[in-house]
């Protein structure tokens, strides 16, 4: 069965970011996959710094949501454009990411702990239009690399400003079906 973990990185709650994740898990699940969403404007956490004892930094509200991290097949990272990029609340979360690597991960050609062959799904909407922000998952593909998501896909809806305008964006909304299902099936789902 496929495993997934979303992370909803949205500060509102019902935003775009958020429908359209969960549309997508929705379709996993109803393909056989599980799914575990994780609203991070619920949570209270704080950066990495090498100095934490626990492997994934603080013990904090967001232990358990890297937990789920690792065991996932397919991670979903949800969120709106704010100021040029993902939000704060999202990027923090993603930093702690960090606490996946191995000490000599500089040097390892195997630098993470997580299983190789994860897939990262990035669920991006923002208010303007295509021709800007389209290179996230780019911008963080080194780090991805490292940490072993051999497969990065997104999902992006331009043009989305009020509550809701996700709903009548039909080729996002396709894209979301079309990879859950894909995804699903293909890791056993």
């Known amino acids: 069965m496929t495993r997934i973990a979303c992370l909803l990185g949205s500060p509102r709650p019902g935003g775009n970011s958020d429908l359209l994740a969960g549309r997508f898990c929705e379709t996993a699940e109803s393909h056989g996959a599980a799914s575990r969403c994780h609203a ?6 704080q950066g990495y710094s ?19 991290v690792k065991e996932a097949d397919v991670v979903v ?21 960090f606490g996946f690597f191995k000490p000599d ?10 299983n190789r062959g994860k897939t990262l799904v990035l669920v991006q909407v923002q208010g303007e239009g295509a021709e800007r922000y389209d290179d996230l ?27 809701g305008d996700v709903l009548n964006d039909k080729a996002a909304l396709e894209r979301a079906d079309t990879l859950a299902a894909g995804l699903a099936r293909a890791q056993g789902g």
């Open 40 to 45: 991070l404007r619920d949570l209270r956490f």
């Open 105 to 114: 991960y500089v040097t390892n050609p195997e630098p993470s702990i997580l």
């Open 50 to 68: 090498e100095t934490d004892s626990d492997p994934y930094g603080p013990d904090d509200d967001l232990a358990p949501v890297l937990a789920d």
């Open 137 to 163: 998952l780019g911008h963080y593909g080194p780090a991805l690399d490292k940490l072993g998501f051999a497969r990065r896909e997104l999902i992006r809806s331009c043009g989305v400003r009020a509550p």
């Open 77 to 97: 990272m949800a969120t709106p454009i704010y100021f040029c990029n993902m939000t704060g609340l999202l990027k923090q979360a993603f930093d702690r990411f």
